[in-house]
């Protein structure tokens, strides 16, 4: 099983976009659980899951394993069965009482463990794919330590790029004190704008990353992101030459996750 965070400190940048769209190609061929770990639930509603008629969500889960119950709800107990097009994965919703979270797992010893114990006691899933709000908190924590790779979504703007540096700098210091083997997949420059010099000179600095970590083409400014949402169509069902583009990208980092599991 491969544990992948989509993380980004930043809001806007394509992180729930990413799990969203990647959720729907793996599941094409693997068994998938994508965890809402962000309290905003934007990847629940996404899903057409209303957080607020959830009785328990992922906080229910942390919660018990923080407080150590005898009888631990497991992250499978309180997944909702997603059917979209033509496949079937399960969703570990959010709802804003995770939030809260952030204070209470403060004083827990090994807190920042709690999401790796709870991923540690599933099984029967080839590929976990896991939404991080977008905030340097401890919930993202628990996610980039529970994980095996980190997907990041980075726009195509000056000011994401100083956020970029800080996000590497923390992954290395996670890799250093928490989880070290952690890696990054790659970097996803998102709403990139051909026609503007802006983003042609961001996407090119985004590039000189390279030489620490695989950056994936850029995925382009587009309305049919949010209409495959808003329809329920995977991007296939779209001709757009834009929709086209992202598709392209979410295939190719399919296909580094179907290398790194072997089959």
């Known amino acids: ?64 394993y923080a407080t150590r119950k005898k009888s631990r709800i ?27 979270l952030n204070v209470t797992l403060t004083n827990v010893l090994g807190r920042e463990r709690i999401l790796s114990k709870a991923i540690s006691d599933i099984d029967g899933f080839n590929v976990v794919l896991i939404d991080c709000q977008p905030t340097f908190s401890l919930l993202t924590i628990n996610a980039m330590v529970a994980s095996d790779y980190l997907i990041i979504p980075v726009e195509t703007a000056y000011f994401s790029l100083h956020g970029l540096l800080l996000l590497l700098d923390t992954v290395e210091m996670i890799k250093e004190e928490l989880n070290p083997d952690l890696k990054i997949l790659g970097i996803i420059p998102f709403k990139y704008d051909k026609r503007l010099t802006a983003s042609r000179k961001n996407l090119e600095r985004i590039k ?33 030459k834009t929709a086209k583009e992202g598709l392209k990208v979410f295939e190719e980092i399919v296909k580094d996750v179907e290398r790194i599991i072997g089959r």
């Open 1 to 64: 099983m491969i544990v992948i965070s989509s993380v980004n400190q930043k809001g806007g940048t394509g992180k729930t976009t990413t799990i969203y769209h990647l959720s729907y190609l793996l599941a094409r061929k693997y068994r998938v659980l994508t965890i809402d770990l962000d309290p905003q639930a934007t990847l629940t509603i996404a899903y057409g899951v209303d957080p607020d008629q959830l009785d328990q969500g992922v906080d229910t889960v942390l919660e018990s």
């Open 74 to 100: 497991k992250l499978t107990d309180i997944a909702v069965d997603i059917e979209w097009d033509d496949v079937k994965f399960e969703l570990v919703p959010s709802r804003d009482y995770l939030e809260g």
């Open 208 to 240: 000189k990353f390279e030489d620490r970590v695989k950056v994936y083409p850029p995925i382009p400014l587009s309305t049919y992101f949010e209409k495959s949402i808003e329809e329920k169509k995977p991007l296939y069902a779209f001709t757009s």
